[in-house]
């Protein structure tokens, strides 16, 4: 059995994609799981019954995910921290402060879509900070770092429900301890920017955390817990993300890049970070905020 999960901040939409839906399957279910999404459950493979939800949505502001019923609920999610659980990438404004977030921003742009191995990128762009004070880094969380919308109730509410919880980013130690504090995370890992007397050395400690090693918290961390990676949940948006989508359970492209649209299970470019809750079957009433 399938579970079809729709979500849209358009009700119209909503409505509409459904009545699509139903009309090229046969749905035995559904369920109305909050404002705005709604489970169907539909027999039958699930990579063709993937490709006819997508021809059904089509370019509607809907937002959908195909899997089986059974396991849907992850026990692990690990997440992207820059433009996926906060507002911004962190490094782009530390660039600001610095006076270079125009070649900084370029540079990041570049790295996420995959066109740029991330660890030159990463130097690169930290080598363009050199001599900021340190001062800058509270000013740039203050000024600048939000939590998207919904980042809390998703880590808050699968928390909650005994899931582990990590935030694994590219960027730095400094952001991702207190996002994960705000967001209710358990663990982060990042980078470290050096420092001396007060300033940026314009380095990064080694080895640097990019795309391998974020895979690597994923099997870590199931393995840790008596896992898989088919427990686990894994959301991101650049190509640093991509090795870990692909391999959790469910993978979720976030605002995301093409090439890691392209590759995840499912893809949220419409509603919050609670849609990641209504994939796994959760409903409104169950939200922790």
């Known amino acids: ?16 994609a459904a009545a699509a839906v139903r009309a090229v399957l046969t ?9 705005g999404a709604l489970d169907l459950l539909a027999d039958g493979p699930p990579v063709e019954t993937h490709q006819a939800v997508k021809a059904a949505v089509g370019d509607r502001p809907v ?10 609920r992850k026990r692990l999610l690990i997440a992207d921290m820059d433009s996926t659980i906060i507002n911004v990438e962190c490094l782009d404004e530390l660039a600001d402060f610095a006076g270079v977030k125009d070649k900084v921003s370029e540079i990041t742009e570049r790295a996420m879509r995959g066109e740029l191995a991330f660890e030159g990128a990463l130097r690169e762009r930290v080598g363009m900070l050199t001599g900021l004070s340190v001062d800058a880094l509270q000013a740039c969380y203050d000024d600048r770092v939000k939590l998207n919308p919904g980042a809390r109730t998703l880590v808050r509410t699968m928390a909650e429900n005994g899931a582990r919880c990590a935030l694994v980013s590219g960027g730095f130690t400094f952001f991702t301890s207190r996002v994960a504090e705000a967001a209710g995370f358990h663990l982060n890992r990042a980078n470290t920017l050096i420092e001396a007397d007060g300033k940026l050395t314009g380095t990064v400690g080694d080895p640097i955390l990019g795309k391998e090693a974020k895979l690597a918290a994923l099997q870590e961390e199931t393995a840790a817990l008596g896992l898989t990676p088919a427990d686990a949940l894994a959301v991101g948006d650049g190509a640093n993300d991509l090795a870990m989508i692909e391999v959790a359970g469910l993978g979720v492209a976030y605002r995301a890049k093409p090439i890691v649209a392209a590759q995840a299970h499912a893809k949220v470019d419409h509603a919050d970070l609670t849609a ?13 905020s």
Not at 63 to 72: G, K, L, M, T, Y
Not at 276 to 287: I, M, S, V
């Open 27 to 35: 749905v035995s279910s559904e369920a109305l799981l909050g404002d």
């Open 63 to 72: 937002d959908f995910a195909v899997q089986p019923v059974a396991n849907r």
């Open 1 to 16: 059995m399938l579970a079809i999960t729709l979500v849209s901040p358009d009700p119209a939409a909503l409505a509409e």
């Open 276 to 288: 990641l809750l209504y994939f796994q079957g959760y409903t409104q009433a169950e939200f922790v």
